[in-house]
């Protein structure tokens, strides 16, 4: 391992910046600076540590907010000037609140609303529910409905899942359109659940949904042998 950190270009004083994102969903969370021991510090703990600057300090992420960043995984890029680094982030990574520090618009192009699942403003709101869904999987609450399904398994999960699946096929036999809106929410929002209880992500479905962006449904069948 002292070999491989060799390999990392400090600057001048002696500091890397490392950008941190989310393992799961690939979201940026926020990009702070390393030194050496930061970095050893991160590697034995697990934990992200940075370096101030400002208070010439080593410190670790979520040390007294309890937001802390578990390490899944570090990277440097070509030049090895810079680190990469995929977390687990506990809680929110941003001191104003938000889950990534990188929540303001700057500019985007008038082309930029080609299309693409990850970036729609649905998938914007499904990833923030499913960042929740895992903070209560990984901190426990005693009055959180999330934490309860979890803590029951996941034939609870399952049993949720049909049962809001059959309210939707009542709110659409009704021709009720807030009921199928609300049930449809529900039935969603426990999909995520069981998503978070396997591991997988919204990501995962929207990669296989890209897949299947401009192929024809039946011909896609057809050739999985599925058509009757």
């Known amino acids: 391992m002292e070999e491989l950190i060799q390999q990392v270009k400090f600057n001048k004083r002696g ?22 021991e930061a970095l050893k510090s991160t590697i034995k703990t697990g934990l992200t540590h940075f370096w101030s600057r400002s208070r010439e300090k080593l410190w670790q992420k979520g040390e007294t907010s309890g937001h802390i960043q578990k390490v899944k995984r570090i990277l440097y890029d070509c030049d090895a000037d810079t680190l990469l680094v995929l977390v687990e982030q506990i809680g ?11 929540y303001r618009g700057l500019y985007e192009r008038d082309d930029a609303q080609d299309f693409n699942i990850e970036k729609s403003p649905l998938s914007g709101i499904l990833n923030k529910v499913y960042e929740v869904i895992i903070d209560r999987k990984n901190k426990p609450e005693e009055s959180s409905y999330v934490s309860s399904l979890y803590s029951s398994g996941v034939d609870k999960i399952l049993s949720k899942i049909t049962e809001e699946a059959g309210e939707l096929i009542i709110g659409s036999k009704n021709n009720n359109r807030d009921e199928i809106i609300y049930e449809a929410a529900d039935l969603w929002f426990h999909t995520l659940v069981l998503l978070g209880y396997h591991g997988l992500t919204p990501q995962d479905i929207y990669k296989e949904l890209e897949k299947r962006f401009g192929v024809s449904g039946l011909e896609k069948k057809k050739r999985e042998g599925k058509t009757k």
């Open 15 to 36: 500091l890397v910046p490392a950008i941190i994102q989310d393992h799961r969903t690939l979201t940026v969370l926020m990009m702070a600076y390393m030194n050496e």
């Open 92 to 102: 929110v990574a941003c001191h104003t609140g938000n889950r990534s520090c990188f």
